[in-house]
C-alpha cells in the first residue's frame, strides 16, 4: 500500500470506530505478536522517548502513529511500571495539537523538577511547501498523571550554522544548572550535537556545538544521550550516513557511542575514544538512558530501523521496544546487561551439560518460542560451535563461534519471512576468549543475544513460523564442552 501525505498526517479521531476496530482486529490476529516486549496495539512504535522514574513508577514514552505500521502523525505513548518488567499501557501521553507540534510530537527524554516530570521535546512543523521547521516545546506531568503543555516553545529557532534537522533533545541536571544535547546537521550536511544551558528548563541559551574528534561522520547525529558514569563521560548518538566498514556499520543507520572524560560544559569539550557500535544485530536504534533510583543507568532502544519494511506491515503494526539493560563500563567499552528484574519472568527451568564432538544434538525440553537461555561453551577445539534456535523443518536463526576467525556470528538467512536482505542477513564481530557465553532472550519475533556477560550484544527481529521453535546445539570440525539453562517465559 502507498500511503499518501494525507493519510500519513491524519489524527487518531479522525478513524472512525469502525476503521479502528478492523486495525485491532487485523493486529491481533497476526502471528508475531510478542509476549513479553513493549510494542505497539496498533501501528508504528519507533523512538523510546521520556524514559524516567517519577512517583513510584518507571515512565517509558515511544513515538506512535496510531493508524498504520507507517512513519506519520507521531503521538507520544506512554507506559508505565514498577518493575521495569509488567509494563502498563496508560495511552496517548503527548499529542501533536499545538502550533508547534502539529505535524508531530517529535523525541525527547524527561526529568523531575518542582514536583512534576518534565518533557522536554521536539515539535515538527511544516509549512505551506513542506519545509520542516522544528521547535524544541516543554510539558509537563503531575502525580495524577495529567500531561500540560506549554504553550510557547522554549527554543524557538535553529541556530546559525545549522540546518532543519535539529531534534531529539536530552536533558540532564547538574548542580543547580539544568543541560540539553540536541542531534543536529550542520549547513555543510554533517552530523553534530549541540549543547544548551537553563535554569529552569524553560528559559535555555545556547551554548554551542559540543568539540568531539568526530567532525565528519555522518550526514546527521539523532537521538544523543549524555551522561557520566564511573567516572567517565558517555555519548550515545545515531549517526545517519556511515558507509560500512568491515563488521561494522552494516546496517541503514548506526546507534553508538564515545567514552572519555567527563564533558567539559564550559569549553564543550569532550575528550573520548573511537565510536563503537552499541548492538551489533540488525535491528536497533534511537537508544535512551535513565538514572534509577538505585544508581543504575538503564537503556532502552528502538527494536527497529527507519526506512524498512518489516513482515507485521501487512498486519496493521511495526516495530517493538528492547528489554531494559544496565550500563557499566568494562575497560574501554560500554557493557550491557539485561536489568535482573527480568529473571522475574523466568518459568521452569531445564539444564544440560554435555560434550559435542564434530555432531548437531537436541535434548529434551530444549525448545520453545518465548524462552532465556543461557549457554557456556568451553574447553573447545572445534573450528565453529553454537546453537541454532526457532528452528523447523525449513526455518532456523544460527548463533555461532567461529574460533578460527574469533568471530560471533548471527545468521538469520533462514530464519523464516525475509526482513531487510539488502543489507545482508549475517552480523558479526570479534570475541576472543577461552570461554563463550551465550545469553538468549527469544521471543516471538525477535532475540536479544549478550555475549560474554554484555561484551557485545546482538538485538533482532526474526519472524519464523509457529511451528519452528526446536533448539539444536553443535560442533563441527572438533569438540566443545558446554552447559545450558533455559527457561520458558
Sequence with gaps: MIWTKEQRYRRIEEAS???ILKLQSEVEGCQWRQT??????TGLLNDPNGFSYYNGEYHLFYQWFPLGPVHGLKY??????????HWENAGIGIEPSSKFDRHGAYSGSAIEHEGKLHFLYTGNTRDENWVRHPYQCLAFMDVNGKINKLEQPVIDHVPYGYTDHFRDPKVWKAGNEYYAVIGAQRENETGCVVLYRSLDLQNWNFEGELRTSLSSFGYMWECPDYFELQD???????PQGLNPNGDMFQNIYQSGYVLGEPLDVRTRTLTHGSFQELDRGFDFYAPQTMLAPDGRRILVGWMGLPEMD???????WAHCLTLPRELSIRGSKLIQQPVKELQGLRKQQHKIKDVLFDEKKVYEHFNGTSFEMICEFENFDAEVFGVEFRAGTKEKTILKYDALQKKVILDRTFSGEP?????GTERKCSVDGSKIKLHLFADISSVEIFINDGEEVFTS???PGADSKEIRFFAEGGRALFQASKWDI
Design 461 to 463: 527481529r526474526i519472524f
Design 17 to 19: 470506530k469502525e476503521e
Design 419 to 423: 526482513v531487510g536482505e539488502q543489507y
Design 232 to 238: 567517565q563521560g558517555v555519548l550515545i548518538f545515531s
Design 36 to 41: 513479553f516486549h513493549i510494542q505497539p496495539e
Design 310 to 316: 518489516y513482515p507485521t506491515d501487512k498486519n496493521g
Design 76 to 85: 507520544w505513548y506512554h507506559t508505565k511500571s514498577k518493575d521495569l518488567v
